[in-house]
């Protein structure tokens, strides 16, 4: 059984123009998010963009985050990827979801209504609490080496 996610539509033009953002196949994680804009945007070498979704959620579940990705193609075809590179929905979220889009590559590149942008998931959250210690019980073989630590290749 499937997790209910209140959704709320903020452009008339839904089903119409726009239609929910939906699982394209049984195995699919992601639902894709479109531009609901009014007019098509030529996205410029090096310049960001926020765009709606005409949206927004109500996931009211602690134990659940929403989680904006990148659409492959879009990235590696064209070189448009999300400015913040993944965008996250807290629970209590109830506001607009807009989508932060940067063209890094050194050609134009034309949104069009309705075109797909980026893609939504669900995932668990585990919230914690600190406990502060002086030291590690257990010390592992990495220890504190950080980036890079283990290599080009």
Same mark, same amino acid.
């Given at each position: 059984?499937?997790?209910?996610?209140?959704?709320?539509?903020?452009?008339?033009?839904?089903?119409?123009?726009?239609?929910?953002?939906?699982y394209f196949t049984d195995g699919s994680s992601g639902m894709d998010l479109r531009a609901?804009?009014?007019?098509?945007?030529?996205?410029?070498?090096?310049?960001?963009?926020?765009i709606s979704t005409g949206v927004s959620i109500d996931i009211s579940d602690q134990k +659940?985050?929403?989680?904006? !990705?990148? /659409? %492959?193609?879009?990235?590696?075809?064209?070189? #448009?990827?999300?400015?913040?590179?993944?965008?996250?929905?807290?629970?209590?979220?109830?506001?607009? +979801?807009?989508?932060?889009? !940067?063209? /890094? %590559?050194?050609?134009?590149?034309?949104?069009? #209504?309705?075109?797909?942008?980026?893609?939504?998931?669900?995932?668990?959250?585990?919230?914690?609490?600190?406990?502060?210690?002086?030291?590690?019980?257990?010390?592992?073989?990495?220890?504190?080496?950080?980036?890079?630590h283990s290599g080009k290749n």
């Open positions: 059984m499937k997790k209910k996610v209140n959704i709320r539509i903020l452009d008339k033009r839904f089903g119409k123009e726009f239609f929910l953002p939906k609901c804009i009014d007019k098509e945007i030529n996205l410029n070498p090096n310049e960001t963009v926020l +659940i985050s929403g989680l904006i !990705l990148p /659409r %492959s193609g879009l990235s590696h075809k064209y070189g #448009i990827i999300l400015s913040n590179t993944i965008g996250l929905i807290d629970s209590d979220y109830q506001g607009p +979801i807009m989508i932060s889009m !940067l063209n /890094r %590559s050194n050609k134009n590149f034309l949104i069009s #209504i309705g075109d797909r942008i980026a893609q939504i998931i669900f995932v668990p959250l585990i919230q914690i609490e600190w406990n502060i210690v002086n030291k590690f019980v257990k010390i592992t073989n990495r220890k504190d080496m950080g980036f890079g």
